[in-house]
């Protein structure tokens, strides 16, 4: 994208929208007060268009929670005193309006222009739903952005540099990010580190339900949490941790509340439970649930409508002496662990998947040890202050969690906002944010006479490479793991980012999938005969992969351990258990990347050592 592309895109929010003056809060409570009578004004149609995407429970809680955002920002009055300059906001998949009310318009209210994509599965309707509440008129500087996600990224992470002096200044003030940790860190090493990036991860969110709770409220909470969205949000639990003396009466009553579970199609305004947002995310809730098959609940078998891309209800009892759950589900699956004693509980606060991605805990009753919590490091650091653990309530109970107070915990994968190179791991809160790294220090500048409000006509503009940040080439590969130059990754999936994904291997001793040195002898020598014969197919294929088209590869990959004449069920457990094997045989884990995208990619150079079998 050339320099003149860009500038002509920025137009009239630049003329409209100077940055680095002054604002009027009257105003910013005006625009926001507008915005929300728009909403009201127009609920039924707004409800309507949401209703392709989520259930009628999600669409009402989520306008009212924008409402409240909106009618209430004066409560963060004191953080509207300077506007900054653009924004770029990346967005979730779920709760799509205020999300876009959190992450684009209120902190367009304190920048020059924000910049967002709409997300891929929101493709459908995003457009009606912001026309519909009169963005375009209301907030001329928010703009969508109908590029591509590397021109989107290459406009919103490259650098003015000052023609006299040679100093960089990003394009980009502040970069509001939701997605994976690993995801975050991707983007972060793309913009500029002069840019305040804004994360918000993927957080561990436990139901403690102790000896004394009240089991219909624990119950109650846990129907709240679960199925809101069918499990698609940050504060869905990753398990449920229920204690022995009441485990059995807790879960009677959560059987019998979910057999009243409707599930269907959203235009069902009673249907509670719906498709899966994204229906790629089948296979991975499918191999979840394999993985943990001898666990499922009797009265609840987990059975996926692949058609219809519902995953039904399910309920999975694991003991934790078994080891906790620190995967996160994004399904209907209740995560059911029962515990005997403080010191399991312990065992699971103090691991270190739990550590990293610590964010609320819930507590039914009372207990000891989560007070104990309060305050004490877990690791190194304090992973729980007072407002991060909810007595005898939960995140979606009415104002536990608004717009207007910081969300998020301080795992590293939770949330963090970074700046000048240095990452701190805490909740969030845009416009607090915004204000603290990026406004007060200008404020503070232009007080003392520090501060310079550039003039844009004595800027060049830079764009970065990056396709080259994203993706190193084949060619280096080998020299890199060998040197233990890579910090980051060194496969993107870059078709997967347009649909708000990636696929990748990383090669840091803390990060999840390197690659073996050497080949898994061990796991070689307890395979059977049928999984040798598997992995000798799939030597094949790759051997001819220079010479097979993609569609043709893929379809190959997941034909290997199917059977003509055996049922589909049967078929998926081969076919998880040939994935196993390839995984444990590159990684030593029992999953890893997209796997046919990983070996439709990778050198093979690098992995066919790992693969071989005699």
Sequence with gaps: MSKKQITEQKG????????????????????????????????????NILLTYESYEVARDEIQRTLDLLYNIRENKAYFQL???????????????????????????????????????????????????NIKNLFPNIFVSHKTRLEFLRARSALYIDKKNEKTKPVTDVVI???????????????????????NGSGHNPVVISSDANIGDAVEAVMQLQFYNQGQDCAAPNAILVHKDIFNGFLDTLREKMKNLKVGNYHDRSCRVGPISDPEDL?????????????????????????????????????????????????????????????????????????????????????????????????????????????????????????????????????????????????????????????????????????????????????KDVEKLLKLQRKNISHEISTHKIHDLIYVDLDMLEKGKNRFIELEEKKFYRPLKERNDNYIAQLKSENIRWLHLLSQLLNKRSTTKMEQFKASLYNIAKHPDTSDNKNKESQFNFFRDVYQLLFAKNFGPKLWQFLWEVDLKLISKLLKIK
């Design 177 to 199: 990010f939701t997605g994976t940790p690993t995801h975050a860190d991707q983007l972060r090493s793309i913009f500029d580190k002069q840019t305040l990036f804004i994360s």
């Design 283 to 463: 296979v991975r809730i499918q191999s979840f649930l394999i993985e943990n098959r001898e666990w499922i609940d009797q009265t609840t078998p987990g059975t996926i409508k692949a058609k219809k891309a519902i995953v039904e209800p399910t309920i999975v009892c694991k003991p934790l002496s078994k080891d906790g759950n620190y995967s996160e589900i994004f399904a209907p699956i209740v995560f059911v662990q029962k515990y005997t004693s403080d010191n399991e509980l312990k065992k699971y606060f103090d691991n270190v998947h739990y550590i990293k991605n610590a964010m609320y805990i819930s507590i039914y009753g009372k207990s000891k040890y989560i007070n104990s919590l309060i305050n004490k490091p877990l690791g190194k650091k304090i992973m729980h202050t007072q407002s991060t653990i909810l007595h005898n309530t939960h995140l979606h109970a009415p104002g536990v969690e608004r717009g207007v107070h910081e969300y998020g915990g301080y795992g590293y994968g939770a949330s963090s906002i970074s700046i000048n190179g240095k990452i701190k791991a805490m909740p969030t809160l845009p416009q607090r944010d915004i204000f603290k790294f990026v406004a007060k220090p200008i404020i503070k500048k232009m007080k003392s006479g520090l501060f310079k409000n550039p003039n844009i006509k004595n800027l060049k503009l830079k764009i």
């Design 83 to 133: 506007r900054v300059g653009a924004v770029t906001s990346f967005l979730p998949r779920n709760q799509p309006l205020y999300a876009f009310a959190c992450f684009v318009v209120i902190p367009s209210l304190m920048s020059n222009e924000v910049h967002f994509r709409i997300p891929h599965s929101m493709r459908h309707f995003f457009s009606k739903l912001i026309k519909i509440i």
């Design 12 to 47: 009239s929010a630049i003329k409209s929208f100077h940055p680095y003056t002054t604002l009027d809060f009257k105003n910013v409570e005006l625009l926001a007060k507008k915005l929300g009578n728009y909403i009201e004004s127009n609920l039924e149609k707004i409800v």
